[in-house]
């Protein structure tokens, strides 16, 4: 690492240019998704130096640390959970050779200071290499030193002994069900419900929906149901690059036959057209066509869009009247709604046409099965929840709800994300009534009342000095929040941070505790000592087996094994024999009498047989709710306003643009982890770029390539190159966690998730 520039704040900090010009990804704006280069990645890394640890470990037998759609497990590292044989996408790749890196220098922390560590790009942090010891910076120290295990334990027991609205745990969704249900236990032991989760931030309005609409708040569709619907609706996701395998059942329904609606304001070329590897002699050369309708809405009016579709259909005489009586509540004040908007409404707030809107309306009414599939376009609203009951009630309409091959699928994050919701890591009031009472059950007594805080409140309760211990188990917390300053702040604050972490990345370097900053490092899923679960989004059950780190003399700890010992300090045998939990198989026996639908788990370790989770799969339209009829819920149109220049001070006379900015990944990214500085399939060479459409540009003056700031709310980036695409007039699409330096989102009240995806912004000349 060259030095930088000592306490330069971190919050203005520009991303580092000098990583713009190596290792991008080769021929920029491709016509279509996928391709050779996918290829070319697999072939470069597969066989290079680190080619036979790649190999090894494709094959172990555990899930894809990558994405949710949970490739791997018991019956090799290769297959799904239909059984098909299928190859890992490089996705896959890019994570495993993030986690097989050298580690981080003996002496390294010695050598380079905090001021000099917080002058990293998520990249360089992550370059560092895999923590193979860990570290503490204790207050008033310029530099993070060595630190013993004993200490360590002394550190976190005396943190942790504070009153438990003031002690907190932050979780990202990549550990085991077994440490997420450690997590979750050694909180509520403590009587603290401020159990914060990345989920927060991403599908937790998906969760919070879904529940009050079918009592259950995962997808209802299986992978083997996807294989039968004959139209896909596709509403604000990046599967290309996010959920590569998803591409692949894409492919097959367009060959069958079927059709696929894309709901994007971004025009992603992937979702055009996109070359599978997967099918070599049929999509990789010429590539398949994905999209058989994209329909280009206004960034955060999906819910207009829904709201049209649905009067387009009752129009059209496709709604169905007889099985909306029979299993669902409240479908007539849903079809009022839709009635009484008028089509001018509809039509200027999402901006598609009337025409496209009823010829969606007849894709989706006309087919057999119709799978609503959707990511974080629709989530990260201020109206994210409304945009799940619009998008289900849509489904609902059309009967396309507890049948095989049809119904509502959430296209999950992390890839053990939604094992951590199951686990009951999730603030009390979102508990699941009967994981509650189970938890009573062994605990003797009730689950406080207090409110947690999720995410967002933990940082504002941290910002107010209300938390005083933090707990985070993986992820990032700093950088996947909004307003990093703010962030920054909030963390600085508490007195006690532990990190548990594989590498380092930007939060351990600038989200630093006012007394005690401990970074543990720890096994990943494919190196743990013991066996490990994960869910897969398709709400399918992985089985990890151990294996081991090529990381030699490195004094790494397993997250069950930390978590196990220190709630073994703080609470003795109560409620169980911590201790014991050492042996993953009974935390597995103890998940099975504790969470409903995994009673599997009990016996996993013999059977050695992966599960569908039960009461998630609905092939019958009779639902988890109460009556067992599905809940619809009426979705007031959202009033978007542009951003107006006035709101922000920027400099007189300069040429400027008001925008909506979409902030999201790159094609080689992995939330706040850089894997490349480049996003070759969006044409943009290097992070700090901001993708506008040629006409916003022209009528201020701009021209591509041209450096400008872009202001928010919270801040600005300047020297940001201007790169033409196809994004929707009036919107611009830029990347985290560099990004989140500049705004403060606005929250969805219902769901605590920022709207990440419409950020009001000015961009001016430099
Ligand atoms: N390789 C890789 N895989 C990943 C991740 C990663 O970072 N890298 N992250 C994982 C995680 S945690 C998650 S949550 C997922 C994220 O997966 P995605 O949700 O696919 O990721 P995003 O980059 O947030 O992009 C969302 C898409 O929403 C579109 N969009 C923006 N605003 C709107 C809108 O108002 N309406 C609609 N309909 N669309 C909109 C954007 O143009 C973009 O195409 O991927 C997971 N998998
Ligand atoms: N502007 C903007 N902000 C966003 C988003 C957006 O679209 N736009 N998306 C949001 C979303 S959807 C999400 S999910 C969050 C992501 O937020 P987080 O989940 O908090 O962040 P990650 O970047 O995924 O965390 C990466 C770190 O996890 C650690 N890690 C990896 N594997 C393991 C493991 O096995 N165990 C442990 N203990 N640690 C491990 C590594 O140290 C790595 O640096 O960001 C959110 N923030
Ligand atoms: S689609 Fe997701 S789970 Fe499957 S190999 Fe790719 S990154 Fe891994
Ligand atoms: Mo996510």
């Not at 334990?153 to 069900?177: K, L, M």
């Not at 049209?308 to 849903?334: M, N, P």
């Not at 992995?670 to 040629?694: E, F, Q, S, W």
Request: net charge negative; glycine share 8%.
């Amino acid at each position: 690492m060259t030095s930088k520039p000592q306490n330069m704040d971190t919050a203005n900090q520009q991303p580092n240019e000098s990583f713009t010009s190596i290792e991008n990804s080769g021929d920029h704006n491709p016509q279509m998704g996928g391709g050779l280069s996918v290829i070319q990645y697999w072939a470069e890394h597969t066989l290079s130096p680190e080619g036979p640890k790649l190999w090894q470990t494709l094959m172990h037998k555990s899930a894809c640390l990558s994405c949710a759609w949970g490739t791997g497990g018991q019956k090799g590292g290769f297959t799904n959970e239909v059984g098909e044989k299928v190859q890992r996408c490089m996705k896959s790749v890019e994570a495993i050779s993030a986690e097989i890196q050298p580690p981080v220098a003996t002496h390294f922390f010695d050598q380079h200071s905090i001021a000099e560590l917080q002058q990293l790009s998520s990249l360089e942090a992550d370059r560092l290499g895999r923590l193979s010891f860990p570290v503490i910076l204790r207050s008033g120290n310029s530099h993070y030193r060595r630190i013993d295990w004993e200490e360590i334990y002394q550190i976190a027991e005396t943190a942790f002994r504070q009153p438990p609205e003031r002690v907190a745990s932050y979780s990202s969704g990549r550990s085991s069900n077994e440490a997420a249900f450690l997590l979750q236990l050694m909180m509520r032991t403590l009587d603290s419900n401020n159990l914060a989760d990345c989920s927060d931030l991403c599908h937790s309005p998906s969760t919070v929906g879904l529940k009050q609409m079918f009592g259950s708040g995962t997808s209802m569709v299986s992978l083997e149901n996807l294989k039968h619907a004959d139209c896909v609706v596709l509403i604000g996701s990046n599967a290309p690059a996010n959920h590569p395998r998803l591409m692949n059942e894409l492919i097959k329904l367009r060959d069958r036959g079927g059709k696929i609606i894309v709901v994007n304001p971004v025009v992603e070329v992937g979702l055009v057209k996109f070359a599978s590897p997967a099918f070599p002699l049929t999509s990789l050369l010429t590539g398949s066509e994905i999209a058989s309708l994209y329909l280009q809405v206004k960034p955060g009016s999906d819910v207009a869009l829904f709201v049209g579709i649905q009067k387009a259909l009752i129009e059209q005489g496709l709604i169905q009247t007889d099985y909306l009586q029979t299993h669902t509540e409240g479908w007539q004040d849903v079809v009022d709604h839709a009635q009484a908007t008028d089509w001018n409404t509809i039509l200027s707030t999402c901006g598609v046409s009337q025409t496209e809107i009823e010829v969606a309306a007849q894709m989706i009414g006309k087919s057999q099965a119709v799978v609503f599939a959707w990511a974080m376009g629709v989530t990260q609203q201020e109206n994210g929840v409304d945009n799940i009951y619009s998008i289900a009630n849509t489904a609902l309409l059309t009967g396309n709800a507890g049948k095989p091959g049809a119904g509502t699928m959430p296209i999950r994050g992390h890839s053990n994300v939604q094992g951590f919701g199951s686990m009951g890591v999730v603030i009390t009031d979102r508990l699941k009534k009967d994981i509650q009472a189970s938890l009573e059950k062994l605990l003797g007594r009730s689950l406080s009342r207090v409110p947690g805080y999720d995410t967002r409140r933990l940082i504002d309760a941290a910002d107010a000095g209300k938390i005083d211990t933090l707990i985070c188990l993986g992820g990032n917390l700093y950088g996947a929040n909004p307003d990093l300053t703010q962030a920054k702040r909030a963390l600085g604050n508490i007195d006690t941070v532990i990190y548990l972490a594989t590498k380092p990345n930007i939060g351990h370097f600038n989200g630093l505790a006012k007394q005690n900053t401990i970074i543990i490092p720890v096994f990943n899923r494919f190196e743990n000592p013991h066996k490990t679960t994960t869910e897969s989004g398709n709400n399918f059950v992985r089985l990890n087996d151990e294996g081991h780190t090529h990381l030699t003399q490195a004094d790494l700890i397993s997250e069950v094994e930390f978590l196990s010992e220190l709630s073994h300090r703080l609470h003795g045998d109560y409620p169980v024999d911590w201790r014991q939990l050492q042996d993953t198989r009974y935390i597995r026996k103890l998940i099975a009498q504790t969470i409903p639908g995994f009673e599997a788990m009990a016996i996993i370790d013999d059977t050695l047989e992966e599960f569908t989770i039960g009461g998630r799969i609905f092939n019958q339209p009779k639902f988890s709710t109460s009556s067992g009829q599905a809940k619809m819920f009426v979705t007031p149109l959202p009033e978007l306003t542009s951003p107006s220049v006035e709101q922000f001070n920027i400099p007189a006379n300069v040429s400027h643009l008001a925008l909506t900015l979409i902030t999201g990944r790159s094609y080689s990214q992995h939330n706040t982890v850089v894997y490349k500085p480049d996003d070759r399939y969006r044409g943009m060479p290097h992070r700090n770029c901001i993708l506008m459409h040629a006409e916003d540009a022209k009528s201020a003056g701009f021209a591509e390539h041209q450096r400008v700031t872009v202001q928010g709310d919270a801040g600005q980036l300047d020297n940001v190159e201007i790169i033409f695409g196809s994004v929707r007039p009036g919107s611009a699409l830029m990347f985290y966690p560099e990004v989140n330096v500049i705004f403060k989102a606005r929250i969805d009240e219902r769901s605590g998730t920022p709207a990440y995806k419409r950020v009001p912004v000015v961009v001016y000349a430099n």
